[in-house]
């Protein structure tokens, strides 16, 4: 996720705490000069502002929550770039579950293990947690057989 400097999140803040201190004496009931009246323009401008800002935000999670991936088929190198994971650490025998589909490819293309787009959707969507969880069952549920 692309992250903006911290310093322009500082300092728009800060105008947003003193929009919010402003209108909040504003609705208690205090007397408006012209002086705050021009600063009521100047607030909605302001506000349409952060509108804005906070649409373009939520667009931005709503792709990161819905990735709107191209491609029909994923080797594990690309997987590991789209969440984030350092492809070697997948590599390793001891983690296998945590790849794609516990590790079991969709299919092989070109000698590589390769997985199919829905596959890596449901794969960018689960935490550590639940692959080892499916680990877990899966372990019990061989040990049953």
């Avoid at 952060?50 to 819905?66: H, S, Y």
């Amino acid at each position: 996720m692309l992250r903006p400097p911290l310093d322009k999140f500082e300092e728009f803040f800060r105008k947003i705490q003193f929009r919010a201190s402003f209108w909040h004496s504003y609705f208690q009931g205090t007397k408006v000069d012209k002086n705050e009246r021009i600063l009521v323009a100047v607030d909605q401008e302001v506000l349409d502002e952060l509108i804005e800002r906070v649409q373009k935000l939520e667009d931005q999670l709503a792709r990161m929550a819905n990735p709107q991936l191209q491609k029909e088929h994923y080797y594990l190198t690309e997987a590991c770039r789209l969440k984030g994971v350092n492809y070697n650490s997948l590599c390793s025998e001891n983690f296998l579950h945590f790849r794609p589909n516990n590790g079991i490819p969709d299919l092989i293309l070109n000698r590589r293990d390769c997985w199919r787009r829905e596959t890596i959707v449901a794969w960018l969507r689960q935490s550590d947690a639940d692959l080892n969880n499916m680990l877990r069952e899966r372990q019990k549920a061989s040990k049953a057989s």
